[in-house]
């Protein structure tokens, strides 16, 4: 991060900046991916990726990829704008594509909707973006698809994706964006080749923040969807397959007109908005998601029965902390995603079975009670985490309730008789567990799809 002269001070104004700048983005013959931006002429960021090249990247292939280069370099830089969140945007690199231009309204404004919410603003942002003249169009289902690249971030829901691509696709390889432990167990047990993307933020970001830098949630899976089709594009594949399921479309509250939902970049809408902008970028790759027609817990049906990635994978995202000192090293045991992922797997697993792999039995802890109850948002809403819909959590009580290998846990007690009665008619189990029709799979792959997540 460089400042300008002037510009330094004790304490970080958000709202002494006008505008937020898209100031240059470059690809190196080395695959390395400079993008740059700035808060009006006062600071400047510059973020980095290295692509797995392999091989030298000519200058054809880097001007093949332009578009794609592009659209991440107007998606990453939410990580920045989100800093001071200023009113103006300014396209200096070139004027978006329609299409396009709705993807980044939408990702700077409802993707920081839990940001905006949880530091207390006035309202959500809403920069507007200038855009080429025409209207965006959707883009149709993909017919097909042979060269699959299977972004995998450690948790079961990649996991279940790469074995739908693995039946269904003539060539697949993995893709992520570091190599956490998780991630590099999962690639081991699955035994694909993969391509790995490391990103390096702006070193100035973090002293910007604790000045005083608006901080939080960005939608960090739409920055790795536009690395992943990149590294696609220059390597040679047709299509990224995505582990996004049809509960992410689900939010967390209202709030200044919006549903505010944290995985929005993971969302159906997002996926569609943001296969339009790749449409006007490329005609090389496509993405896609091949868990969009299965909820959360169907989904951890069909890895209950994947016992070979059990030992391997961590859904906790205390893994993922970008501060050493804060990261942890496996299941943290105390946080919604780890109550979530016991609850949906656990009406699928034996109780010893999931103390061997979390280290605790969650559901025979009372002190776990009211953050499975929120789950349901029973006593207050969703968290803000990568979790299912509260009618799903609800779906899954009801099994657990039914299944004598769990219906004496303390906690499952307590949550079919204070939960429960307060929702008669919600978490249908045959319902939850049903495969959705509003989806962009592919034939090709939607009848892998159904052979796995199907009961």
């Not at 991440?72 to 594509?97: D, I, N, Q």
């Not at 049906?301 to 995202?317: D, G, I, L, Q, V």
């Amino acid at each position: 991060m460089a400042v300008r002269v002037g510009a330094a001070r004790a304490a970080f104004d958000p709202k002494a900046f006008a505008a937020f700048r898209f100031v240059g983005r470059d690809i190196g013959e080395d695959g390395l991916v400079t993008l740059r931006y700035a808060l009006d002429d006062e600071i400047e960021f510059v973020e980095r990726f290295e692509l797995p090249a392999g091989t030298a990247v000519p200058a054809h292939a880097r001007a093949r990829v332009e578009g794609l280069l592009a659209l991440l370099h107007w998606v990453a830089g939410v990580s920045y704008f989100k800093t001071a969140m200023p009113a103006a945007v300014r396209c200096e690199t070139g004027t978006p594509p329609p299409a396009t231009a709705a993807l980044l309204e939408a990702l700077y404004s409802e993707g920081l909707g839990e940001l905006a919410y949880t530091n207390r603003l006035p309202s959500l942002p809403r920069p507007a973006f200038p855009a080429q003249p025409g209207d965006p169009r959707p883009r149709p289902r993909p017919a097909a698809a042979q060269r699959v690249l299977v972004p995998i971030g450690g948790g079961k829901d990649s996991a279940v994706a790469l074995e739908i691509v693995r039946r269904a696709a003539e060539d697949m390889a993995l893709f992520s964006v570091g190599d956490a432990p998780p991630i590099a167990r999962t690639a081991e047990v699955a035994g694909l080749p993969r391509l790995i993307v490391r990103r390096r933020l702006d070193p100035g970001l973090a002293a910007l923040n604790r000045r005083g830098a608006l901080n939080g949630h960005v939608p960090i899976t739409a920055i790795v969807s536009c690395v992943a089709l990149l590294t696609a594009a220059l390597h040679g594949f047709d299509t990224v397959a995505m582990a996004n399921e049809r509960s992410a479309s689900s939010g967390n509250v209202t709030w200044d007109g919006i549903e505010v939902n944290h995985q929005f970049s993971k969302s159906l809408r997002a996926e569609r908005l943001l296969r339009a902008a790749v449409g006007e970028a490329t005609q090389d790759v496509e993405i896609l998601s091949v868990l969009r027609p299965a909820s959360e817990l169907a989904i951890a049906r069909a890895f209950a029965r994947m016992e070979r990635y059990h030992p391997a994978f961590t859904s906790c995202n205390t893994v993922f902390r970008l501060d050493p000192e804060l990261r942890g090293t496996s299941w943290c045991c105390d946080c919604p995603k780890c109550r979530f992922v016991f609850l949906v797997l656990a009406p699928f697993s034996a109780p010893e079975h999931l103390r061997a792999v979390f280290g605790r039995d969650l559901l025979d802890d009372d002190e776990q009670f009211a953050g499975f109850a929120l789950l349901t948002a029973t006593g207050g809403h969703k968290p803000f985490e990568c979790v299912g819909e509260e009618r799903e959590s609800i779906a899954a009580i009801r099994l657990l309730a039914a299944d004598p290998r769990w219906s004496g846990h303390r906690v499952v007690r307590r949550l079919v008789a204070e939960v429960l009665p307060s929702a008669p008619d919600a978490g249908d189990p045959t319902a939850a567990l049903a495969l959705g029709d509003d989806h962009d799979v592919p034939p090709a792959l939607l009848s892998a799809v159904r052979e796995i997540l199907g009961a």
